[in-house]
């Protein structure tokens, strides 16, 4: 399954609390709450190129399927981590976050696991 193209944030569910579990000042909680997200994914076999654009803030990611990448968080922290595939999911470990992209279609529904906070994220395809 080829995961590329553009995808725009719908809905998500628990930004504000995983956002302050995981560090995030307030302002920029604020800030970023109400912004609709844009997600362009690049594939080419094994290797991704991830670009996340949240109003002014982009981050991007390339990581290659089972070898370790320097990864920015949500945080802008850099971290080193193996990205997994099992299937039409992307999985990866960073900083005690559990995160798992599922792709569905023209959906992908992103879910990011701090402790006992759970945030959901819900993009459809935009090109």
Do not use: W
Request: proline fraction near 2%.
């Amino acid at each position: 399954m080829a995961f590329s193209g553009k995808f725009q944030l719908e809905s998500q569910e628990n930004f504000e609390p995983f956002m302050k579990a995981i560090g995030l000042p307030d302002d920029l909680i604020q800030k970023g709450k109400d912004i609709k997200s844009v997600s362009e994914i690049e594939q080419n076999g094994n290797h991704f190129k991830v670009t996340v654009t949240t109003g002014t803030k982009v981050m991007v990611n390339s990581f290659t399927i089972g070898e370790e990448s320097e990864l920015e968080t949500l945080t802008g922290e850099k971290v080193k981590s193996v990205v997994h595939m099992d299937g039409n999911k992307l999985k990866v470990s960073l900083k005690g976050i559990e995160s798992v992209t599922e792709f569905c279609g023209d959906t992908i529904i992103a879910t990011m696991t701090a402790g006992p906070i759970v945030y959901k994220r819900i993009s459809k395809r935009i090109s």
